[in-house]
């Protein structure tokens, strides 16, 4: 009886330790979203974008959090989640482009002056060995050694079939729900049971693990978030602590309206698909609402931390968008693909009670691969063993200090691949580089670069490399040795078969 007692206190004790020391950490991390698509501004000032889309849970979200206007992941998907999962920067990583469902198949099109980069074209793998893979320790897998309990819900798209990456249960979750090697849903909508269509031949993009829903009314984004709010229930029971990755499919195309909000977009005007655009908007904005209702009917909202997140920027190709192409996250110039802002900027949300004073907003710029040892030092794991050295950096400081400010550090951009078939804005063979306030852009194509001062210009209009030949080419040096050291990919120069000289080198 004795023992019983004694068993019972220190696991009251133990429990309560756990919930002090080690939080429940949630990402909510959305697809393609551009940095304009919401209600909630993320400039100096409100844009039409921003009256156009309706998304109060990141208000609210905002309101009792810190907003992040400088944060930013990679051009496009698999290289920021990559990023996220192990903490290095995707040209370290050689994961510069966005993996096929299929293993050793490279997604780059062909290009009549360049042979593809010698990139990880089968994405990240937790384990050593793997052909074409950047091998690196998940941090879901040090959580789950610390006691975590961790959940996997949505898009995966790490690495392709056949291969260790694409199992979320590989990378360290003990729960995954409809994460796989694909990297769009082959649909939203129930009646298509999300793809998965009866007697037709099976299709890579079909969205797993979700039969229950087949047929409903449940879009998949809420499908999801149901799923998610079941999953929870376990380790809430248990007292355990919790690692939610929350990573919904939207708002990736196929872009298919969620009839729930449609009504009032096609009233205001939208074309059909902006509209069914607002409208995955809109239900992702939902189901961060519900989550967050969730945490305080279930008392864990102050011991819970909340990151929101977006893995690259909205898409701005034209007629895959409405509108005219490379206006929909004005005013940053492009989108999705692209190296300059548009491709590139995320809006970025963090709450968590004890640490971030409510309604703060923090303008130092943080980069994906920062979530990495974030998430460790607020989940309270220390002296953890990775294979990789890390490029990312905890931006708990930043938690703290909302004006905590770092002008010397350098983020880097490196894409060279060739995303779509005809060179965009930023799209296609270019890297980049900010320090302070100051970018560069670089072209693999050309040599060429430009520079901009983003504090005076955020649309990135006005080339200084000319009048600031010092600074373009401190930051050309920085980007080639940046690069360099991590032996990044380099796409191949077909007329003299050697990969394309690092930026400043000769
Ligand atoms: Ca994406």
Redesign the pocket.
Known sequence: MKQLILLFVFQLFSQFASAQQHPNIIVFLV??MGWQDCSLPFWKDKTPLNKKYHTPNMERLASEGMKFTNAY?AP??TP??SAMLSGMNPAHLGVTN?TSPIKDNNTDNPDDQFAPADWNINGLSPVPGIAKTAYATPFPQLLKDAGYFTIHVG?A?WAPMGTPGANPHNMGFMVNIAGHAA?HPQSYLPEQNYGNFPKQQAHAQAVPDLEEYYGSNTFLTEALTLEALKALDEPIQRRQPFYLNMAHYAV?VPIMADKRFLKKYLDAGLDSTEAAYATLVEGMDKSLGDIMNYLKKKSIEKNTVLIFM???GGLSLSPARGGAAHTQNLPLKAG?GSVYEGGIREPMIVKYTPLVKPATVAEQYVIIEDFFPTILELAGVKNYKTVQQLDGKSFVPILKNPAWKDDTRALVWHYPNKWIGKDGPGINYFSAIRKGNWKLVYSLRNSKSELYNLDEDIGEHHDLSKENPAKTNELKSLLGERLSGWDAPMPVDKKTNRPVPFPGAR
Do not use: E, F, Q
């Open positions: 697809d393609d992941a496009v998907c920021s989640r966005w898009k798209h990297g990736h977006s893995d690259n999705k």
